[in-house]
């Protein structure tokens, strides 16, 4: 029977990463018709339809108002709206494997986020880790040698913003409910980046409005089944599978989009993703919790808590 549970706990995982990619490539497939702001603003109104599905027994629609630290919830309502905004714009203008790889250096943000702000003590290891991060960052960028876009800020952004959240969820601790951070960062996103759209705001067509609303339903289903497969699996057998994203990013890439991947790009993202994953392998012996599956877009990497696993 625990085999049983593992193996669907894995599926359950690997479904949530895909339909995150899902998610991703939506909001690709606008090529940039709309812009960053009402892309996001309207994805995550989409995903609201997931707070149902995301509340557990006793829970209550004003929950996703409650917190035991205001500040630090309002700190995530503004970090996932400008997040969200560095994702699309990642999105819209890199292939999907170079927004990934740029976009996975969350963990690496982590490790020196917590040094400042959590006071952490890190190892060798994990330095070491955060190194080769940024060395295949140098190596997918290669400064100097190719033209550097609004994407790649817009990617680099999008980790960082993760990376505060799983830090605010660090500081608050396992109390806090799943329905009030991601409601936290739902919110964030319609009020920060509705009003930033109103500027630019245009009349979506039926094309856009599907990509829009495959961008923040798939987002919400990935949120359902991250938070349901934590139920079978712990979190640190789930961390591993968000990379992947990688192989749907390839396989978006050259079936839809006609993305090209170079050598270059290829070291970059072995290093990079080798550098989270040594990241997470460090976590699991530390013993460090994961925040839960929040996150509506792939900031969502390893975003799971152990108090999920028992269903709670």
């Not at 812009?35 to 996703?64: E, H, N």
């Not at 999008?158 to 799943?178: D, H, T, W, Y």
């Not at 890439?253 to 989270?276: A, E, H, Q, R, T």
Request: aromatic content about 12%; hydrophobic content about 55%; glycine content about 10%.
């Amino acid at each position: 029977m625990r085999t049983d549970n593992t193996m669907k706990g894995l599926i359950l995982a690997f479904a949530s990463f895909a339909a995150y990619s899902w998610s991703d490539a939506s909001v690709k497939l606008l090529h940039g018709t709309m812009s960053a702001y009402q892309a996001a603003c309207l994805g995550a109104v989409f995903g609201l339809i997931g707070l149902p599905f995301l509340m557990k027994r006793g829970d209550r629609w004003t929950d996703v108002f409650a917190t035991t630290n205001r500040p630090l919830w309002l700190l995530r309502f503004a970090s996932q709206a400008f997040g969200t905004i560095g994702s699309v714009t990642a999105f819209t203008h890199l292939s999907m494997a170079e927004a990934f790889a740029l976009i996975f250096l969350l963990p690496s943000f982590v490790t020196i986020m917590s040094v400042f702000f959590l006071k952490e003590k890190v190892g060798v290891n994990r330095w070491a880790a955060v190194v080769i991060g940024f060395i295949g960052v140098m190596v997918v960028l290669r400064p100097g040698f190719r033209e550097l876009s609004i994407g790649h800020l817009g990617a680099v952004f999008g980790g960082l913003s993760g990376a505060i959240s799983i830090v605010v969820f660090r500081a608050m601790g396992p109390s806090e409910k799943n329905i009030s951070l991601y409601g936290a960062g739902m919110l964030g996103t319609v009020v920060v980046c509705g009003l930033l759209a109103i500027p630019e705001l245009s009349v979506p067509t039926a094309v856009q409005w599907a990509y829009v609303a495959g961008y923040g339903i798939f987002a919400a289903v990935a949120a359902i089944l991250l938070m349901y497969a934590a139920a079978y699996v712990p979190a640190t057998a789930i961390g591993p599978i968000q990379y992947s994203q990688m192989l749907w990013a390839v396989f978006f890439g050259y079936l839809i989009f006609g993305d090209g991947i170079d050598l270059p790009m290829v070291i970059g993202i072995i290093l990079i993703c080798g550098s989270g994953l040594l990241t997470l392998r460090r976590e699991k012996v530390r013993g460090t919790p994961l925040p839960p599956a929040v996150a509506p877009n792939a900031q969502a990497a390893a975003m799971i808590a152990p108090e999920l696993e028992d269903g709670r």
